[in-house]
């Protein structure tokens, strides 16, 4: 299944809990190398089909069709498809904050103290990932409140998944501490920067949208992710091209144009410096 991406906005509260759902994916995966997201970012990945495995943290999990699993802030994972068996995987992207007037709560004590789980879906995802996809192609009257009601449903099926597990203490322990204080307005701008602003990233542009000196917004970073500006500008280009492989049918050499390498040649470098193979090498893996 060719890979879908699809950026959207939407936003709902549930028990105390803003969720921002910012991009919804679906589509066969390659191996995806290891990253993280900064404070108040998760990410939700249900595996549909295939087998492969997937390193949250300092352990290794066995993937397989129906296998669900969400990485917090700091979390360090990566995940890999089997050689013969590829991965088909649907993923959401959010940020989750308390609201004014937050109280500790059932919900809240379950998402906020796991910032990575891992498990079995036992809440019957599928169909409601598959109905937010016809949603997004079909785009019928209402499809916006329908997505919406969809995903906020997904969330509840996300923590009642927690709430049914025994004990899951394996895969709480991440790299980083998970956020129960509001979300950072200077955080959020600088994942959405490396997200979406990839083909021109600079560190100058960075710190004046964050209204930082240069060298208080690599503080900022070193704080919020442990890397450095150039790290995270190479793991958000590496990242991209991973995708834009994946997902376009545009050429390597567009595609290092469009991620502002200087030649074909250097990008090809890079990239297999990065991922352990050539941009033509990998494409061929996944049968294009």
Known sequence: MKLQVYSIDCSFVLDCIKFHIFQISRGTVAEVP????????????????????????????????????????????????????????????????????WKKNALSDLFFSNPAWFGQDRQNLLPLLQQIFR?????????????????????????????????????????????????????????????????????????????????????????HYGKTFREKKEESRMAAALLLLSASGESVTSISEKLGFASVEYFSSCFKKFHGRTPRDYRKSLGQ
């Open 34 to 101: 290891a990253h993280s997201h900064g404070a108040g970012n998760y990410e939700i990945h249900y595996l549909s089909s295939g087998s492969g495995t997937a390193k949250i943290a300092d352990h290794s999990y066995a993937v397989e069709t129906n296998t669900l699993y969400m990485t917090g802030p700091f979390v360090e994972h990566s995940q890999f498809p089997s050689g013969d068996s590829p991965l088909v995987e649907y993923c959401i992207n959010l940020q989750a904050e308390e609201t004014d007037g």
């Open 135 to 223: 949603e997004l192609e079909e785009k019928r009257l209402g499809y916006a409140g329908q997505i919406s009601a969809l995903l906020a449903q997904c969330m509840i099926a996300l923590v009642r998944n927690y709430e049914m597990a025994l004990q899951p203490e394996s895969c709480k322990k991440g790299t980083g501490k998970a956020s129960a204080s509001p979300l950072s307005d200077k955080a959020m701008l600088v994942e959405r920067y490396f997200l979406y602003e990839y083909e021109h990233l600079s560190l100058e542009e960075l710190a004046e949208q964050l209204g930082f000196s240069v060298r208080q917004t690599q503080r900022f970073l070193q704080e």
